[in-house]
Nanobody, 126 residues
Framework: QVHLVESGGGLVQAGGSLRLSCAAS????????MGWFRQAPGKEREFVAG????????????YYAASVKGRFTISRDNAKNTVYLQMNSLKPEDTAVYYC???????????????WGQGTQVTVSS
């Protein structure tokens, strides 16, 4: 069982930056692939960024949705059981509730993830 808690959301102007954090419980955090997803009102949940697991050092292969590539960076610190999402050059269309998720497979498909956080709101004003 993994419990995930996101933080770091808020209101920011277009062009600004935010860093989201996702703290995980449990001693096996490093084995999980981690993903960030987002859901805007009236839209389906969509993949944002992911990082593979299965290594003991803090790292992993990363992958991104085309809409955020070059602006967002996902990273993890296994010693702190935390995954981050650094978001730069934010746009109004990035406004959504952002969720982190943990699973055994590095994938963009939400249904492949086994554990989810409660979400944190990110609002980007124009």
């Amino acid at each position: 069982q993994v419990h995930l808690v996101e933080s770091g959301g808020g209101l920011v102007q277009a062009g600004g930056s935010l860093r989201l954090s996702c703290a995980a419980s449990g001693r096996t955090f490093s084995i999980y692939a981690m993903g960030w997803f987002r859901q805007a009102p009236g839209k389906e949940r969509e993949f944002v960024a992911g990082i593979t697991g299965g290594v003991t050092w803090s790292g992993g292969n990363t992958y991104y949705a085309a809409s955020v590539k070059g602006r967002f960076t996902i990273s993890r610190d296994n010693a702190k059981n935390t995954v981050y999402l650094q978001m730069n050059s934010l746009k109004p269309e990035d406004t959504a509730v952002y969720y982190c998720a943990a699973g055994y497979t590095a994938t963009q498909a939400p249904h492949e993830y086994d554990y989810w956080g409660q979400g944190t709101q990110v609002t980007v004003s124009s």
